[in-house]
């Protein structure tokens, strides 16, 4: 119970914030690293199993990989990046959609219940690499001119604006977009999982308050906020990679 007056323990921001399992020296290993490790693990070993013996009729597991590989590929990659230039990107696309959208399916799991991505640091990270793969791309097809004109959205044509305009596009392309491309996720799964702790805590505290009715209607918001959460995960997951093949796609473009 809390110290707030009424008793109810309201969730905030103590409900992101774990103790370290172990620590070593200044490292310390928490549950949300536990968590990003283990989605990695999970799916090296579910991709791996699936596709390691691939068979020309493939078995179950091997057909739920290819829907969803394919699903990443041609719904993604290819109406974003195109299927000729997109190709070799399919790869990481496949690997930002299933690992974001698995390492906030923890927050729905027994034991677990944690998004991964609702700490910003990981979204950020995963900014940070595609805001990587964005600018390496640019200058490796425009080169360092070309480059610069494509990140500053360079055009002749748009005459006396064009330097308020090139300073709005270097602001937004090198320091807005990777802010804004982690927050997206990070601001979903936070909210989403403040919900369900929300809605979780108070079923718990009218049970024990005996409020049966108000109780009964919380936990069925419970309920409803999981179903909408998984929902928002996939969601989330999918705007992510889609975001991504779309700066992908601005660095390939002759123009910006």
């Known amino acids: 119970m809390s110290d707030n007056g009424c008793g109810f323990p309201a969730p905030g921001l103590n409900s992101f914030l774990f103790e370290p399992l172990f620590s070593w020296g200044s490292f310390e290993f928490n549950k949300v ?8 693990v999970v799916l090296v070993w579910f991709f791996w199993a699936a596709f390691g013996r691939a068979k020309v009729v493939p078995g179950k597991l091997q057909m739920i990989a290819e829907a969803g590989y394919d699903f990443v ?3 993604v990659v290819y109406e974003t990046i195109g299927k000729k230039e997109g190709e070799k990107y399919v790869p990481l696309a496949v690997s930002l959609f299933f ?13 677990a219940q944690f998004p991964v991505g609702s700490v910003i640091a990981v979204p950020m990270f995963l900014a940070i690499v595609v805001w990587l793969v964005w600018v390496s791309l640019t200058f490796k097809k425009h080169g360092w001119v070309g480059g610069w004109k494509n990140i500053t959205g360079y055009d002749k044509s748009l005459g006396a604006v064009l330097p308020l305009v090139m300073v709005i596009e270097f602001f937004s392309n090198l320091f807005v977009r990777p802010f804004t491309h982690a927050v997206r996720l990070f601001a979903n799964m936070f909210a989403g999982h403040l919900m369900l702790v929300m809605f979780t805590v108070a079923s718990w505290y009218l049970l024990n308050s005996y409020m ?4 009964g209607v919380s936990f069925v918001m419970t309920l409803v906020m999981i179903l909408f959460e998984l929902f ?3 969601v989330q997951a999918y705007v992510f990679v889609m975001l991504t093949c779309s700066y992908i796609q601005g660095a390939l473009a002759e123009s910006h």
Do not use: E, Y
């Open 73 to 75: 590929r041609r719904g």
């Open 232 to 234: 928002v995960q996939a």
């Open 33 to 40: 690293m536990l968590l990003a490790l283990l989605t990695t």
């Open 212 to 215: 049966i009715p108000a109780a």
């Open 99 to 111: 690992f974001i959208w698995l390492m906030n399916i923890w927050s729905v799991i027994p034991l």
